[in-house]
């Protein structure tokens, strides 16, 4: 006589969740731990900290305005970033995202000159990095967005899978 058929319990499928799940935690985790630690703010306008996390200017084609941008570094080593401007493009969810670093830059992102494109940061450091926003001329009046990263040179995880982590801050002129 044949044994009845057993079906898997849901004790087994549990216990390859966990499985599953711990596997995911671990692997992140340890990209997490190779990761940098920093930050970015716009820098307090003389000595009062800003409302928002945006730089936010009203100028008129042919002006200019000087601001900064701080990098704040929360690790106990010193830590290399490197500070630029980006247009933004279309995105995938039919909004607005920071261009990669590689595409060609000829928008308001464009407007945007950083006093030093690569700063070291002490551990547990500040570093102010000016930088200036210049409307040509004969631009229209309008809003224009753009954006400042602060992104670490540092890369983390291993093998196939390196990246760059980056924080971009929105301009708008």
């Known amino acids: 006589m044949a044994l009845p058929r057993r079906r898997p319990s849901a004790r087994l499928f549990g216990a390859l969740a966990v499985i599953v799940c711990f596997a995911a935690v671990t692997s992140a985790s340890a990209i997490a731990q190779n990761a ?98 210049e409307v040509p001329v004969g631009t229209a009046p309008g809003n224009y967005i753009a954006s400042l990263i602060v992104e670490s040179t540092e890369a983390a995880g291993t093998g196939t899978i390196i990246a760059r982590t980056r924080i971009a801050l929105r301009i708008e002129v």
């Open 36 to 133: 940098p630690e920093y930050g970015a703010r716009p820098s307090p306008i003389g000595g009062t900290p800003r409302s928002q996390l945006a730089f936010v200017h009203a100028i008129e084609s042919g002006s200019s305005v000087a601001d900064a941008v701080d990098v704040i570094n929360h690790a106990n080593t010193p830590a290399t970033f490197d500070v630029y401007a980006v247009d933004l493009v279309p995105s995938a969810n039919g909004g607005r995202a920071p261009a990669p670093r590689s595409a060609a830059t000829t928008g308001p992102g464009a407007w945007v000159a950083v006093t030093e494109g690569s700063v070291v940061v002490e551990p547990f450091g500040t570093r102010e990095v000016p930088f200036v926003i």
